[in-house]
């Protein structure tokens, strides 16, 4: 851009439009960066995690233990209970303090999503602390 030699200003007139150009290019630029990192960040990998040996939590006075045994049964306390049940005989063992933890153990031959299924219940009736019970691994 041309200044014309008569304009009778002492200089340059300033321009007032931001040059986005740049701004753009840093944009494509962070685009590609994460376009090429998000795959890399999935975890998809089939892994048998090992055990690991921790330090036992202090066990309240009264627990209420929730067990599924390896038919499947559910068992509160030393109580066989249906599945239709569960949710009403926990709020009684808790005395209907949802704060209270649940212990639940699970037999190794029980099915993952079994186990998933009844933590489900359990959210469902309100009982949101639940503790997953398993051996203590020796050093």
């Known amino acids: 851009m041309a200044i014309p030699p008569d304009s009778g200003s002492e200089g340059?007139?300033?321009?007032?439009?931001?040059?986005?150009t740049p701004f753009i290019d840093v944009i494509l630029v962070l685009l590609i960066i994460f376009m090429v990192a998000a795959p890399l960040s999935t975890v998809d990998v089939a892994?048998?995690?090992p055990a690991a040996a921790v330090k036992p939590a202090l066990r309240p006075e009264k627990p209420v233990f929730l067990t599924i045994k390896?038919?499947?049964?559910?068992v509160v306390g030393d109580a066989t209970v249906s599945k239709q049940e569960l949710a009403r005989?926990?709020?009684v063992a808790v005395e209907h303090d949802t704060t209270r933890r649940i212990f639940l153990r699970a037999d190794k031959a029980?099915?993952?999503?079994?186990?998933?299924?009844?933590?489900?219940?359990?959210?469902a009736a309100g009982l949101l602390k639940?503790?997953?019970?398993a051996l203590e691994k020796s050093p």
């Open 130 to 133: 639940v503790s997953l019970v």
């Open 70 to 74: 390896p038919d499947l049964d559910l």
């Open 47 to 49: 892994v048998d995690l």
């Open 12 to 20: 340059p007139e300033e321009v007032h439009d931001i040059n986005v």
């Open 110 to 123: 029980v099915p993952y999503g079994r186990v998933m299924e009844v933590m489900e219940s359990l959210r």
């Open 89 to 91: 005989v926990l709020l």
